[in-house]
């Protein structure tokens, strides 16, 4: 009986991937609501800083570029935060893609209950058919949150030069950006994992018997 429920990570994470490859279109579909929110907080992000480098450098002519542009700055400023406004737009953009992520899980469960079925008449745990769910959450996550922070920040760079010019990449904050690419990492990834939690509860409380009863 040990062995029926007690199966190893890498018997989860296999069976995770493999699930992904299988849903391949269906999880490409989930990511890119995550892509597009991460790339959109890592865009904001970017932008800020760079803007800062910008006016540390002192130069009079990025300044008034940069208020033309919309930035405002106050006599004295040395950094560039976040307006209200894209503190909120950025938390609707993150709200949106939970809840994007959250429904298309939940079908997931559906289109799943007699293979969750399964493995509860083989002896897995209500524990083991969350790990699955949270494992894939992470995989995409990971993957989706890596490619929006990127697609960001390149966005953000490639707009400063095209709005201040070639010579302002002299000025772009390197570890500041990269610092801001982690954390967009981080957010995405913790956010993929908040939408699976509960089709993931919710798969793990199904009775084997309804499970394999429902028709597909």
Do not use: H
């Not at 609707?92 to 992520?101: D, P």
């Amino acid at each position: 009986m040990r062995r029926l429920v007690a199966l190893p990570f890498a018997k989860s994470f296999q069976m995770a991937y493999q699930s992904i490859r299988v849903r391949f279109f269906r999880s490409l579909i989930t990511t890119m609501s995550l892509v597009l929110a991460v790339a959109f907080l890592s865009f904001t992000q970017s932008g800020n800083i760079i803007a800062g480098g910008l006016l540390s450098s002192g130069d009079p002519g990025y300044i008034e570029a940069l208020v033309k542009s919309g930035y405002d700055i106050a006599p004295g400023d040395t950094s560039i935060a976040s307006s209200s406004k894209q503190r909120w737009i950025v938390f609707l953009s993150l709200l949106v893609c939970v809840v994007g992520i959250i429904n298309a899980q939940l079908m997931s469960v559906t289109e799943r209950f007699r293979e969750i079925g399964t493995l509860k008449c083989l002896g897995a745990l209500d524990r083991f058919i969350v790990r699955i769910f949270v494992i894939e959450a992470t995989l995409q996550g990971l993957a989706g949150s890596f490619a929006g922070a990127v697609l960001g920040a390149v966005a953000a760079i490639l707009t400063t030069l095209g709005k201040f010019g070639v010579n302002s990449g002299s000025y772009l904050p390197w570890p500041e950006i990269a610092a801001t690419l982690l954390y967009a990492i981080f957010i995405g990834t913790v956010l993929s994992l908040l939408g699976v939690l509960y089709p993931a509860i919710v798969a793990s409380r199904m009775q084997p018997v309804e499970a394999m009863r429902v028709e597909q």
